[in-house]
C-alpha cells in the first residue's frame, strides 16, 4: 500500500532549474510513466523521489508518510537502474539477496525469496556466476529480480530497458508489465521511449523543462494533448499543425478549407494526427513530397502552403510525389491550440 | 602484420635491456656473493648473518615495525582517501598538501623527526616553555627503546602514508557511483557502503598500494639511522653496517638475499590474498 504525493518540489542546480513546482499524485499499485526528452527533469525527478537527490524546496510523501528528509533506505523503495548496477563482485545469487541481507532476514527467507524472484524473472539457472558472465538483457533481469526481492511499496526504474537491443527490449518490455501487475507494487518508470511509455503506463506523466505538461493516460495523452508539445512529441509521425485564422464566431479557415472551431477571441492553431484523415472533396489541399509505404498504412510527407504535414493512409491508397490530394480531417478528431499559451483549447 | 607485431617488444627493448643491465646483473653479482665465499659455493655467509647476536633482534624489529605502521597506514590512507574522494572542490589542493612528505627523502625525514624528539628539539622546547617540564627529557637514548620505536613509527607513518593514499584515492575514483546509490538505495549504511561495495572493489588498488607499502617497510633504514642510530638495528641497516663498517660484502648479500625473500614472499601472499576472479572485475 503506497500512494506517492508530490507536492511543490524544485530542483535547482546553481543557476539552473531542473525541476519547476512539480506537483503529481501517484496512486497505490499504479504505473506510473515519466516521459520526456532528455533534460527534461525525469531522472531527477525520479532520483528525489528514490532520496538520491534532494529537493531545493517541496515535499514528499510515501505511503502516508513524509519522506523527503529520510536517506533511501527508510524510504521502502527499490530501484532498477539504468546501467543495471549489478554487483561485479557478487553472484547473481548475492546481488539479488543484497538488500535482504542489510534487512537482516533470516537465512531461510532470504533463499526462499532469492529463488522465487530468480524463478520469475528465469534466472534460476544464473543464480552462481557474477555479473561479468552475464548478458545485457541478463543483468537486466537480475537488476529487476533483485528490487522484486525486496517486496517494496515503491518500485522506481530509470531507462532499465535503453542499453537493451530492440527485439529484448521489446520481451522485457511485456516481460516487465506482466510480473509489476502481479506483484501489486506502485511503480513508477522513467523512460524518453514513447512507445514503451503508451504500452507500460497506467498513467504517463510528460514532462518538457522541468514541468509536467500533461500527467493522464496514455490514450487520452495521444488524444487530447493538453499542450502543443504533446502532441508534436508523442506520436510518430507526430500532430500535424497549421495556423487557422479567426473568419467569424467559431469558424476558422485552415488552408483554404472553413472548419468549424471552438470559440476564440481571434487566430489559433489547429492539429490533427496524420491517421485522422482521409482523402475527399473540399479537403486541405496537399502536394504530395514522399510516399513510404510501411505494410499496414502508406505514409506520405505532403506539402500544406509550405510547411511538412504527413498524413497515413490505407496501403491500398494510391498516390505518387506531385500529386494533389484533398485531405479532408475527421471532425471529432481535430484539436486546437492557443498559439500564445500553446494549451489545448476545448 | 608482423612489424606491427614486432613493434611494441621493440619499443620496450630499450627499458628492458637497462634493467638487465643495471639491475639484473647486479643482482646476480649480489647472489654470487651472498653464496660463495673465497671463489667456493658455500652457506657460510647465511650462517654468519644468522649467529650474529643481534641478528634475531634485527629480524624481530623490522618485522614489528613493518607489522605495526602497514596497518596503521592503510587505516589512515583508507579513511583519508574515502574523505578526499567526497570532495567536490579543493580536492587537488589537499593531494597536494598531504603529498608533501612524499616529495622528501627518507633521511631528511628522519632528520625532521629527529630535530622534533632531540633533547634540544621542538618538543623539548614547547614542553619547557610551556613549563610541562623542568628540563628537556632524552626521548631517543638506550632507556626509552619503546619511545624511538614511537618515534620511528610515526615518521614512517608521516612520510608515506600518502603513497597509499593516493593509489587508493585513484582506485576510488574507479568504481561506479550507480554501485554506492544500489547499495543505498536496498538498504546499506555509509559503514556497510564502505565494507559491502568499497573494499571489495578497491582490492586491486589494495593490492598494489599494500605491496609498495610492505616492500618499503622491509626496507626501512634511513629514518631508523636518523632517529635511533644503533639502538634499533633493522635489515637494512645491518646489510649497510656489514658492508661498508665490517666490510664484509658476502654477508651483506646474504641480508639483502634475506629481505628479497621476504619481500618476495609478502608480496605473493598479498597477491593470493587480495586476489579478484577474472569474472568477478569491474
Same mark, same amino acid.
Given at each position: ?6 507536492k511543490g518540489? $524544485?530542483?535547482?542546480? #546553481?543557476?539552473? !532549474?531542473a *525541476?519547476?513546482? =512539480?506537483?503529481?499524485?501517484? @496512486?497505490?499499485? /499504479?504505473f506510473? +510513466?515519466?516521459?520526456? $526528452?532528455?533534460?527534461? #527533469?525525469?531522472? !531527477?525527478? *525520479?532520483?528525489? =523521489?528514490?532520496?538520491?537527490? @534532494?529537493?531545493? /524546496?517541496?515535499? +514528499? ?25 549489478v554487483f ?18 533470516p ?8 529463488k ?10 544464473l ?23 525486496m517486496?517494496?511499496?515503491v ?12 527485439l529484448?527490449?521489446l ?5 516487465l508489465?506482466?510480473v ?14 514513447q ?28 488524444r ?19 495556423p ?18 471552438p470559440?476564440a ?29 510501411l505494410?499496414?498504412?502508406?505514409l ?5 502552403e ?29 484539436r486546437w491550440f ?8 476545448q | 602484420m608482423r612489424s ?35 671463489g ?17 633482534e ?10 605495526v ?20 572542490t ?21 632528520l625532521?623527526?629527529?630535530?622534533i624528539?632531540?633533547?634540544s628539539?621542538?618538543?623539548n622546547?614547547w ?10 627529557i ?5 632507556q ?6 614511537i618515534?620511528?613509527?610515526?615518521a614512517?607513518?608521516?612520510?608515506a602514508?600518502?603513497?597509499m593514499?593516493?593509489?587508493l584515492?585513484a ?7 550507480e ?38 617497510a ?8 636518523a632517529?635511533a ?15 661498508f ?6 654477508v ?31
Amino acid at each position: 500500500m503506497a500512494e506517492i504525493e508530490i507536492k511543490g518540489v $524544485a530542483k535547482r542546480f #546553481g543557476a539552473f !532549474t531542473a *525541476l519547476h513546482q =512539480i506537483d503529481l499524485t501517484i @496512486t497505490n499499485q /499504479e504505473f506510473m +510513466v515519466l516521459l520526456g $526528452a532528455s533534460g527534461c #527533469g525525469k531522472t !531527477t525527478l *525520479l532520483r528525489i =523521489i528514490a532520496g538520491l537527490e @534532494t529537493p531545493s /524546496e517541496g515535499e +514528499v510523501w510515501i505511503g502516508g508518510r513524509r519522506v523527503d528528509h529520510l536517506p533511501p533506505r527508510q524510504r521502502g523503495i527499490a530501484m532498477v537502474f539504468q546501467n543495471y548496477a549489478v554487483f561485479p563482485h557478487l553472484t547473481v545469487y548475492e546481488n539479488i539477496a543484497f538488500g535482504l541481507r542489510m534487512q537482516k532476514k533470516p537465512q531461510s527467507e532470504v533463499d526462499h525469496r532469492v529463488k522465487r524472484t530468480a524463478e520469475l524473472m528465469h534466472i534460476e539457472q544464473l543464480l552462481q556466476r557474477y555479473s561479468g558472465q552475464l548478458s545485457g538483457g541478463q543483468r537486466q533481469r537480475v537488476a529487476v529480480a533483485r528490487a522484486l526481492a525486496m517486496e517494496p511499496d515503491v518500485i522506481l526504474m530509470d531507462e532499465p530497458l535503453s542499453n537493451l537491443d530492440a527485439l529484448l527490449r521489446l520481451e522485457m518490455r511485456a516481460e516487465l508489465k506482466g510480473v509489476l501487475a502481479h506483484s501489486k507494487t506502485t511503480a513508477i518508470y522513467v523512460t524518453h521511449d514513447q512507445v514503451e511509455a503508451m504500452s507500460l503506463a497506467d498513467r504517463i506523466a510528460v514532462m518538457h523543462q522541468g514541468r509536467i505538461v500533461q500527467a493522464a493516460s496514455p490514450v487520452e495523452v495521444y488524444r487530447n494533448p493538453a499542450a502543443r508539445f504533446v502532441g508534436s512529441f508523442i506520436g510518430n509521425p507526430p500532430m500535424n499543425f497549421l495556423p487557422a485564422t479567426k473568419s467569424g464566431e467559431e469558424r476558422f479557415i485552415v488552408a483554404g478549407s472553413m472548419l468549424k472551431g471552438p470559440k476564440a477571441s481571434g487566430d489559433i492553431e489547429f492539429a490533427i494526427r496524420p491517421e485522422d484523415m482521409d482523402i475527399g472533396p473540399g479537403g486541405i489541399p496537399a502536394t504530395v513530397r514522399v510516399v513510404e509505404p510501411l505494410g499496414a498504412h502508406t505514409l506520405i510527407t505532403t506539402d500544406v502552403e509550405g510547411k511538412i504535414f504527413r498524413v497515413v493512409l490505407d496501403s491500398n491508397a494510391e498516390a505518387k510525389t506531385g500529386d494533389m490530394l484533398s485531405l479532408v480531417p475527421r471532425a471529432d478528431r481535430i484539436r486546437w491550440f492557443d498559439p500564445q499559451s500553446t494549451s489545448a483549447i476545448q | 602484420m608482423r612489424s606491427t607485431k614486432a613493434l611494441p617488444y621493440f619499443l620496450l627493448a630499450p627499458a628492458t635491456v637497462f634493467l638487465v643491465v643495471f639491475f639484473l646483473y647486479p643482482f646476480v653479482l649480489v647472489a654470487i656473493d651472498a653464496f660463495t665465499k673465497g671463489g667456493a659455493v658455500t652457506l657460510d655467509n647465511f650462517r654468519t648473518m644468522t649467529s650474529n647476536w643481534k641478528f634475531s633482534e634485527t629480524f624481530r624489529n623490522t618485522m614489528l615495525l613493518a607489522a605495526v605502521v602497514v596497518p596503521i597506514q592503510l587505516a589512515m590512507a583508507l579513511s583519508m582517501a574515502t574523505i578526499v574522494s567526497k570532495l567536490s572542490t579543493g580536492r587537488s589542493a589537499i593531494l597536494y598538501i598531504f603529498a608533501i612528505p612524499l616529495g622528501l627523502s627518507d633521511l631528511a625525514a628522519g632528520l625532521i623527526w629527529l630535530a622534533i624528539f632531540e633533547q634540544s628539539g621542538f618538543l623539548n622546547s614547547w614542553l619547557v616553555s610551556l613549563g610541562l617540564i623542568d628540563k628537556p627529557i632524552m626521548f631517543l637514548g638506550y632507556q626509552n627503546k619503546w619511545v624511538i620505536f614511537i618515534a620511528v613509527v610515526l615518521a614512517e607513518v608521516w612520510r608515506a602514508t600518502a603513497i597509499m593514499m593516493v593509489i587508493l584515492v585513484a582506485g576510488m575514483g574507479l568504481i561506479p557511483k550507480e554501485y554506492y546509490e544500489a547499495a543505498e538505495v536496498f538498504g546499506a549504511s555509509p559503514w556497510k557502503r564502505f565494507v559491502k561495495v568499497t573494499l571489495p572493489l578497491l582490492r586491486p588498488s589494495l593490492q598494489t598500494a599494500l605491496i609498495l607499502r610492505v616492500i618499503l617497510a622491509f626496507e626501512v633504514f634511513a629514518v631508523v639511522a636518523a632517529l635511533a642510530g644503533t639502538q634499533f638495528p633493522v635489515l637494512m641497516g645491518e646489510t649497510y653496517h656489514w658492508q661498508f663498517a665490517l666490510q664484509d660484502r658476502g654477508v651483506a648479500a646474504a641480508f639483502a638475499m634475506l629481505i628479497l625473500v621476504i619481500s618476495i614472499a609478502f608480496t605473493l601472499l598479498l597477491l593470493y590474498l587480495l586476489r579478484v576472479p577474472k569474472e568477478a572485475r569491474l
